[in-house]
């Protein structure tokens, strides 16, 4: 499970806090832990990373593009192992009518 942490582009104005790429990561770290703390998430499952104000879904230059950029995404993947057992099983596309 990948939790990725976004920020808008204003820059960062807390003491603790550099900038926002250490803004996104302290976003997915949070999400992370809640995800490992209180729901029992096993934590080897789980990466937490930052995409600062570098992928935006939305404009920046409106509160509300702003608000729809300050997000943490959870991207759930299935291990490599299942993933490729899941593509053994897809229907070969040779035998459709």
Same mark, same amino acid.
Do not use: C, H
């Given at each position: 499970? &990948? =939790? @990725? *942490? $976004?920020? %808008?582009?204003?820059?960062?104005?807390?003491?603790?806090?550099?900038? $926002?790429? %250490?803004?996104?990561?302290?976003?997915?770290?949070?999400?992370?832990?809640? &995800?490992?703390?209180?729901?029992?998430? %096993?934590?080897?499952?789980?990466?937490? *990373? *930052?995409?600062? @104000?570098? $992928? #935006?879904?939305? %404009?920046?230059?409106? #509160?509300?593009?702003?608000? !729809?950029?300050?997000?943490?995404?959870? =991207? =759930?993947?299935?291990?490599?192992?299942?993933?490729? @057992?899941?593509?053994?099983?897809? #229907?070969? @596309?040779? !035998? !459709?009518?």
């Amino acid at each position: 499970v &990948l =939790i @990725e *942490g $976004n920020t %808008d582009n204003v820059p960062i104005s807390q003491k603790n806090i550099r900038n $926002n790429w %250490d803004l996104s990561t302290l976003r997915a770290s949070s999400v992370v832990q809640a &995800l490992q703390n209180k729901y029992g998430v %096993d934590p080897k499952r789980l990466t937490a *990373g *930052g995409r600062g @104000e570098y $992928n #935006p879904v939305a %404009d920046n230059g409106t #509160p509300d593009g702003k608000s !729809k950029n300050r997000r943490t995404q959870i =991207i =759930i993947t299935p291990k490599l192992d299942q993933f490729m @057992e899941l593509i053994g099983k897809a #229907p070969d @596309e040779a !035998k !459709k009518p």
